[in-house]
């Protein structure tokens, strides 16, 4: 297969991290440019990878060697720069989540379907195989019929400068780490229909965006789902499948590291079982993913990338809010970002 060329907007800490290493290892990309607004910065992240770099995201569009483009940047800023990527016929990888707006997410996959452009949205643990594993016991009766679905993932906070706490660059733990569990649920109660009841999000410490929260939501047949998510909170990266028979826990359910060993925990009536599986990489996974769709011109299924856009919307606009006035404590240290 012949290597999709790809630019990068912007020096994101994800896509330092993870990202670009992952595209640096696969044949099936070439990392061609490198952009950002700093053209030190630029420069600086360019020569680990041999390539091009480029001041400016506008600038980096006009390069006809670039035929897709990652964009790794604050929330509010993914929907201008996927429209603009998407207008000059380049595919298109951005992290999650796609937009700020379900109206806006519905837009943009609209325009990539109509000029036959792919654009994925990058929800990396989708491409962690311990998932499917999951799905094959709950699809041979291990739990019985499921009753409840439970799903969290919260981080410990950041400096106060961080681009999570600032509204206008889209911030807050709902848009940050509650996608996870919302898209964990609609991956696994399938197409049933998933209706919001009641929610709950709380901004701590004087901050201006939620801090964390939690939603109770119910499928048409019954199947409840209650998710919790925070960028406040002890690490948790979880989710649950409660059947009339058993129950399923997965751990370190949404950014695990490629030499993370899954471990799955199965209670039945008749005791406990953990089931140790293979390492695997979910951030290769998903570059491969795409570049192996630009290349075959099969577009991804995008229609839970929507669902999970109006889900969120709507938590957000039920949610009953809370804020708390009390003086913000110490700064923790670093810690791992989500991803």
Not at 54 to 77: C, F, I, K, M, T
Not at 144 to 172: N, T
Request: charged share 25%; with cysteine.
């Amino acid at each position: 297969m012949t290597p999709v060329r790809i630019g990068i907007m912007g020096c994101a800490s994800i896509a330092r991290r993870r990202v670009l290493p992952a595209m640096a290892a696969l044949p099936a990309v070439e990392i061609t440019a490198i952009a950002s607004r700093d053209p030190g910065r630029a420069a600086e992240l360019a020569r680990s990878y041999g390539c091009r770099a480029v001041a400016g995201y506008r600038s980096l569009l006009d390069l006809d060697e670039v035929e897709a483009v990652y964009v790794p940047l604050p929330n509010a800023l993914h929907a201008p720069w996927i429209e603009a990527a998407l207008s000059t016929g380049r595919h298109v990888l951005a992290e999650k989540p796609l937009t700020t707006s379900a109206a806006r997410t519905g837009e943009l996959l609209a325009l990539a379907r109509a000029r036959r452009l792919v654009l994925m949205e990058n929800m990396m643990f989708l491409h962690h195989s311990q998932h499917a594993v999951v799905r094959q016991y709950v699809a041979d009766g291990a739990i019985g019929s499921l009753r409840s679905f439970h799903a969290a993932f919260g981080v410990p906070r950041r400096p106060a400068d961080d681009v999570r706490h600032q509204p206008e660059l889209g911030g807050g733990a709902l848009l940050d780490t509650g996608v996870y569990p919302v898209r964990a649920a609609l991956s696994f109660l399938g197409d049933r229909r998933l209706d919001v009841l009641s929610a709950v999000l709380t901004s701590r410490h004087g901050q201006l965006v939620d801090s964390c929260g939690q939603a109770l939501l119910d499928t048409d047949d019954g199947v409840g789902a209650q998710l919790a998510f925070g960028l406040d909170n002890l690490y948790r990266s979880s989710y649950q499948l409660w059947g009339s028979e058993g129950r399923i826990v997965v751990e370190h359910a949404y950014s695990p590291p490629a030499d993370h060993v899954p471990v799955l925990r199965l209670e039945r009536h008749s005791g406990v079982r953990e089931f140790r599986l293979e390492p695997d990489d979910q951030v290769t996974n998903a570059v491969r993913a795409f570049a192996t769709a630009v290349r075959s011109g099969q577009l991804p299924d995008d229609r839970d990338v929507l669902r999970q856009a109006v889900l969120v919307e709507e938590i957000g606009t039920r949610a009953r809010r809370h804020v708390d006035h009390t003086p913000d404590p110490a700064a923790t240290g670093p810690l791992e970002r989500s991803s």
